[in-house]
């Protein structure tokens, strides 16, 4: 089963992996902040994650890992 997986130390909340999600299942967590002060990234259904990586290429801070 694929899964991403966000290293909040890196991300920056900037969003372009939420916009290249082909199953628009990565989002960023309104409900949390970073201690540098971001709203990082998350994934919300791990189930539907299909692995295809564009949101870890889209990335410019390296902050996603993803699985397969």
């Known amino acids: 089963m694929a899964r991403i997986e966000v290293d909040e130390f890196f991300c920056k909340g900037c969003g372009l992996c939420t916009t290249?999600?082909?199953?628009h299942i990565v989002e960023l967590d309104a409900t949390r902040i970073t201690d540098k002060g971001y709203?990082?990234?998350?994934?919300?259904?791990?189930?539907?994650?299909?692995?295809?990586?564009t949101c870890a290429?889209?990335?410019?801070?390296?902050?996603?890992?993803?699985?397969?």
């Open 20 to 23: 290249v999600c082909p199953m």
């Open 39 to 53: 709203h990082p990234a998350h994934c919300t259904d791990q189930e539907r994650c299909t692995g295809c990586a």
């Open 57 to 68: 290429t889209m990335c410019p801070d390296v902050a996603i890992k993803v699985w397969r």
